[in-house]
């Protein structure tokens, strides 16, 4: 009886132990995870923040690629790969020069922002 009930404790704490460990082991991976840094433009994922005039125009992921270069607004949170900063001026040379090709983000429509829009 009382061996039994000896045998159920150290099971039971066995189980704590394991339960501790796992837990002590996510929070090691949560703690690699915040430490990690961030790219530049994740941060701005992170609080973009809106510039009136600043365009956001984000390259094509590779040359071969069918996905065209976006152009977003500065504020955009749907940017994704390293985006570069442009004026009014040059992200409205992008989205209407063909051989660049761009198109307005379908999230942040900077081609409302820029007039593009009948
Ligand atoms: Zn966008």
């Known amino acids: ?3 039994a009930y000896l045998d159920k404790q150290v099971a ?4 704590v ?3 501790l ?7 090691q991976r ?4 915040a430490k990690r840094p961030i790219p530049a433009h994740r ?3 992170g609080r973009p923040i809106a510039r ?5 125009r984000e390259p094509k992921v590779s040359r071969d690629n069918p996905n065209p270069p976006l152009v977003h607004t500065s504020d955009c949170k749907m940017v994704t790969r390293n985006p570069g900063e442009v004026d009014a001026h040059r992200a ?4 209407t020069q063909e051989f660049v090709g761009a198109e307005p983000c379908p999230i942040c429509r900077p081609d409302t922002a820029l007039g593009l829009l009948e």
């Open 92 to 95: 409205r040379l992008a989205l």
């Open 52 to 56: 009136p005039g600043v365009y956001l």
């Open 12 to 15: 039971d704490n066995e189980t």
């Open 17 to 19: 132990g394991i339960y």
């Open 30 to 33: 949560a703690l690699a995870t």
């Open 1 to 3: 009886m009382i061996l």
């Open 43 to 45: 941060e701005r994922l």
């Open 21 to 27: 460990r796992l837990q002590r082991d996510a929070v």
